[in-house]
């Protein structure tokens, strides 16, 4: 039976959850898992629901058949097949420690995605890469060239069809136009001092003020930079004993954490986006388990 993953936002008004799981009933579906908020602030409802199709109905129809429900509530809604694995590109430029933790991911299974290319401003990982049959495009960025080094990477992001732009420590600025292009499905890393610590040496000035949590934020991408919405935050805690680079090294571990979980989340259909906020609902079971462990 095929698992797909249904997510729903809309106004909060009586009835929804009854005639959604109504409707999947009729459909011959079976829900295993399912996750609600309403918001209060808004009046919002968003929902995420788990199901199989216990009469092999495939999606098209399963869409088409949720579709009067969908306008009786003036629903955003979208239903994925959960086996289809989505293409993403990783961009990266000198601090390697995302992308490697991406790619050691995604090649045990933990982070069942379509890598469909690399896209770096630089050549310091092109073998990392293409040794693992992944197209690689080294996209140099200038003051002069940014807007033809945009629009190259636009192009890889549409000849590749990729649906998610990772910045794997992607050290260029994307323009706004780019921001809106892809909004919602650009997701960046950084370390969770901003605005507090700005500038090259955050861990520098979080060293010299003896800070004991250091921590990441992984958001979605908008032309405010490093304000979009927040998917996945965590701190490891310090002491005054470590150094600025015990700094950079805790701060290098809890990042590739922090933005491998806002991708999972992402890849399940988890997040839905809620102003300048973020509904993140709980993985479905069984959604953690790798193919192998090495």
Not at 218 to 235: N, R, S
């Amino acid at each position: 039976m095929t698992s797909h993953v249904l997510t729903v936002v809309c106004q909060s008004k009586r009835g929804i959850v009854a005639a959604i799981s109504g409707k999947l009933a009729e459909l011959g579906c079976n829900i295993t898992d399912s996750a609600q908020f309403d918001d209060p602030g808004t009046g919002q409802f968003f929902m995420r629901v788990s199901f199989v199709s216990e009469t092999g109905a495939e999606q098209a129809e399963l869409e088409r058949g949720f579709g009067p429900i969908g306008q009786d509530f003036d629903m955003q809604w979208a239903m994925h097949d959960d086996a289809t694995k989505m293409k993403v590109i990783l961009m990266v430029s000198r601090f390697g420690h995302c992308l490697n933790d991406l790619l050691y991911r995604c090649r045990i299974g933990a982070l069942p995605i379509d890598i469909v290319g690399v896209i770096s401003n630089h050549m310091d990982y092109q073998k990392v890469v293409v040794n693992q049959d992944i197209p690689f495009h080294c996209i140099k960025v200038t003051k002069e060239n940014k807007p033809q080094a945009e629009a190259a990477i636009m192009q890889v992001v549409q000849d590749t069809g990729a649906e998610l732009i990772v910045l794997a420590r992607y050290m260029q600025i994307l323009s706004d136009d780019m921001c809106q292009k892809m909004s919602g499905r650009i997701i960046n890393i950084h370390h969770s001092f901003l605005p507090s610590f700005k500038g090259a040496n955050p861990y520098k000035q979080a060293f010299e003020r003896g800070v004991k949590l250091i921590g990441a934020t992984a958001h979605y991408v908008t032309a405010d930079l490093d304000e979009g919405p927040i998917i996945e935050q965590d701190t490891v805690r310090i002491t005054h004993a470590q150094s600025p680079e015990d700094y950079v090294s805790l701060g290098r571990d809890v990042e590739a954490q922090v933005l491998s979980r806002a991708i999972h989340a992402h890849i399940h259909h988890r997040v839905l986006i809620n102003g300048n906020k973020t509904v993140v609902f709980p993985a479905s079971p069984g959604s953690y388990a790798s193919e192998r462990m090495g």
